[in-house]
């Protein structure tokens, strides 16, 4: 099952008490014919690569002062969002390696709505009124394999 390989793998990581790229790298050094992909890491929570990422940025904020320069992450931000004036204040309260790590390398946008793709139910409909006119409007449907709809369509075929 793959959510159990995937927390064994986990658990294999911390239970190692290294970061992942430590974790392989030792692994591939006690055992060289270890294939890593598909067999020692299968599949694994993006958290374990952000914190190494997010260690290994401040051993280099060490060396290099501009990770830790306020100056940089503004001039990063009205790079990257020029007309997002909330988000940069949002961003400017953390640290460019923050920035670096959750809107650069790690960025996720938000998921879209695809309700305009669903389709109408052929049973239900409401009424709306629109420019004056009463029409009728049908309600958006649900998976034909959800169970509330197997448990309409009992009712609905117990009626006919």
């Given at each position: ?86 988000h ?47 029409t ?9 394999t ?15």
């Amino acid at each position: 099952d793959w959510t159990l390989i995937k927390l064994k793998t986990e658990q294999d990581v911390k239970d190692s008490k290294e970061y992942i790229g430590s974790f392989i790298y030792n692994t591939l050094l006690n055992k060289p014919n270890q294939k890593v992909r598909g067999k020692l890491i299968a599949t694994i929570d993006r958290k374990f690569y952000k914190e190494e990422l997010t260690h290994i940025l401040h051993e280099q904020s060490k060396y290099y002062s501009e990770l830790c320069d306020k100056t940089m992450l503004d001039k990063c931000l009205k790079a990257l969002y020029p007309n997002n004036e909330a988000h940069r204040n949002f961003r400017s309260a953390s640290s460019l390696i923050r920035f670096i790590i959750d809107d650069v390398i790690y960025y996720q946008r938000p998921l879209k709505s695809k309700k305009s793709e669903i389709a109408n139910c052929q049973y239900e409909t409401h009424k709306v009124i629109i420019n004056g006119k009463e029409t009728q409007a049908g309600v958006k449907c649900i998976a034909k394999t959800n169970p509330i709809f197997q448990e309409f369509r009992w009712q609905i075929m117990l009626v006919l």
